[in-house]
């Protein structure tokens, strides 16, 4: 079975992901896709999807786990991060929906020409430019179907620039607003629930076009917003993802609400939850607007980093877990 590393951001340490299923999904998006079609869109479908996540989820923990510490670290929790008190995760669900005290634990840069990631996660940067060093040809989307049919969007984002972050089921699960705008476009694309699992993406051309996704499109062009042109934000719902609940909060978790067309958002706060699974997070921008950070890029082309991703694109593609919050890209000036 070959090996899918990443690299860790805060520490630049090369680690081996444990990845998530893996005999299943390899399984699945290869011998069953392939000899069993009508069982495979059965078992990515949505009511198939939320019977996974409620049997995943919402089962009880046993009671010798209830509040165990060494439970919760063994599944990426660090208590000293989180809201809620230990007593408080008494099931899968309430430990992959958990809040973090983020004013504290994820510091954000105070430039207002960063984009911030949108979610704990592991990136990938690209163009779909051709004429571009980081151009990569579609594999993880196709734009078109992607912001899907009848979408006024494509043609903004056509030669631009993008992100894939990829939530693992361990990772906090809230999005944050990447940018600071004004909300000019959002709606809800159908779709089913594919796996983000490395193996499954490079075995299914362009699945990230395929899942049930909410699309977000925000004008930064705006009186206190980040400068950088227009950004289509992109939730992927995927295999045991029920919902993307959109729950803006201006300040920590307090007061959550639906976003609108209409409404200005700050940069960094948690704009939506995935409930559960594990999930993908793609940012779209205009041409020429943005630079991504340096390590970003230097990380994207190591050969010395084993990826799945590099195997499918005949090329160095390695990801990087980057916490929420911090700074991915920056504004393109005149004077730059």
């Known amino acids: 079975m070959s090996r899918h590393a990443y690299v860790e951001r805060t520490t630049r340490r090369v680690v081996d992901e444990q990845l998530f299923g893996d005999r299943v999904v390899r399984f699945l998006y290869s011998r069953a896709r392939e000899s069993a079609p009508v069982l495979f869109r059965a078992l990515t479908s949505r009511r198939v999807s ?62 207002a020409g960063h984009v911030a990631a949108p979610a704990d996660a592991r990136v990938i940067v690209g163009s779909l430019a051709s004429e571009s060093h980081v151009f990569l040809k579609g594999k993880f989307f196709d734009l078109d179907e ?5 979408s006024p969007w494509p043609d903004v984002f056509r030669r631009g620039d993008f992100a894939v972050f990829r939530l693992t089921p361990d990772k906090y699960h809230y999005n944050h607003t990447p940018v600071a705008g004004r909300v000019v476009d959002l709606y809800e694309v159908a779709g089913t629930y594919h796996s983000c699992h490395p193996a499954a993406v490079v075995e299914m051309v362009t699945p990230y076009s395929k899942n049930k996704r909410v699309v977000t499109v925000f004008d930064t062009d705006v009186e206190g917003g980040t400068g950088v042109g227009r950004l289509a934000m992109i939730e992927v719902a995927a295999l045991m993802i029920g919902e ?39 940012l779209l921008f205009e041409p020429g607007r943005v630079r991504f950070a ?3 890029l230097r990380n994207l082309n190591r050969t010395d980093v084993a990826s799945h991703f590099s195997l499918a694109f005949a ?22």
Do not use: H
């Open 50 to 111: 939320w019977l996974l996540g409620a049997v995943q989820f919402d089962l009880p923990l046993a009671p010798r786990l209830l509040g165990s510490r060494g439970f919760l670290r063994s599944v990426g929790v660090d208590l000293c991060q989180c809201v809620d008190p230990p007593a408080w995760f008494d099931t899968p669900r309430k430990i992959f929906e958990r809040r973090i005290r983020y004013w504290d634990c994820r510091p954000m840069s105070t430039d």
């Open 146 to 150: 992607l912001l899907g049919a009848g």
């Open 315 to 336: 090329r160095p593609l390695v990801e990087t877990d980057v916490p929420v919050r911090s700074t991915i890209a920056t504004r393109i000036t005149n004077d730059a």
């Open 294 to 296: 340096d390590d970003l």
């Open 244 to 282: 993307v609940r959109q729950c803006y909060s201006a300040e920590r978790y307090d007061d959550p609400a639906p976003i609108a067309v209409g409404d200005f958002l700050d940069k960094g706060l948690p704009k939506s939850l995935y409930r559960p699974g594990s999930s993908t997070d793609v």
